[in-house]
């Protein structure tokens, strides 16, 4: 399967801008079980602030996977996410995402291609906020089905 790496670096999708709601970081930590003090209640200046892992709940678009290079059965590999600043109750939070990098690999079941898309978080004051790497791994259809049926 011949990798397009000229797709590395192309937007593929910006959002609108999605408000976080107080609530929403409030009922966040309630179901995640979050006690740490700093998050999730409000502070000495009256702000709201959401624990890092807030971050991962937002969500794409249905573009996110219209657009993105289409290799056939794969399967999430993962996420990294890179945090910078708070995301305080009241923001405004819009994602890009970008194909950050393409690649193959072989292995004992042959070669798979691997996809790295980069969503980046941004507030309302320019700020960004996080960054989120989406990990894809997909056999390439030459790979063997089954490795137990190796020579």
């Known amino acids: 399967m011949a990798v397009d790496r000229s797709l590395i670096g192309k937007v593929f999708e910006a959002t609108a801008p999605m408000a976080v709601s107080a609530e929403s970081i409030i009922e966040f930590c309630r179901t995640m079980e979050e006690h740490n003090p700093r998050y999730g209640k409000s502070g000495a200046n ?3 602030v959401a624990p890092p892992s807030f971050a991962v709940t937002f969500r794409n678009t249905d573009a996110f996977f219209r657009f993105t290079p289409q290799l056939g059965r794969g399967f999430d590999a993962g996420k990294e ?3 910078f600043v708070p995301i305080r109750a009241g923001d405004e939070i819009s994602l890009t995402s970008i194909v ?3 690649y193959e690999k072989t292995g004992r079941t042959g ?3 691997f996809v790295i898309l980069r969503s980046t978080l941004t507030n309302q004051r320019g700020e960004t906020v996080a960054h989120v790497d989406h990990r894809f791994v997909h056999r390439n259809p030459a790979a063997k089905e089954n490795p ?3 020579e």
Do not use: S
Request: glycine share 6%; no cysteine.
């Open 111 to 113: 070669t798979m291609t």
């Open 46 to 48: 009256g702000e709201i």
């Open 100 to 102: 950050r990098d393409i």
């Open 81 to 83: 996410v890179e945090f």
């Open 148 to 150: 137990a049926e190796t």
